[in-house]
């Protein structure tokens, strides 16, 4: 399964959804999905934006964990 940590990486540096909306420029409403692990696809342009904004690699936001199902 893979699993987006957007939200612990806004957590740790205590920044709101809607503060990474505006340092990206990605839709409030993506960023939401993301956060909430609910996306269904995501656009790697916003991904790379993100990792700018947060100062992180790919390998903060995104891992894969096993599915023991």
Known sequence: MI???LSTQLGERRWTQSKLAKKTGI???TI???YHEMAEWVNLEHLDLICKA???DLTDLIIRE???K
Request: aromatic share 0%; hydrophobic share 25%; with cysteine.
């Open 32 to 34: 939401n999905d993301l």
């Open 3 to 5: 699993r987006i940590l």
């Open 27 to 29: 839709r409030p409403s």
């Open 54 to 56: 947060l100062d992180c």
């Open 66 to 68: 096993k599915n023991d």
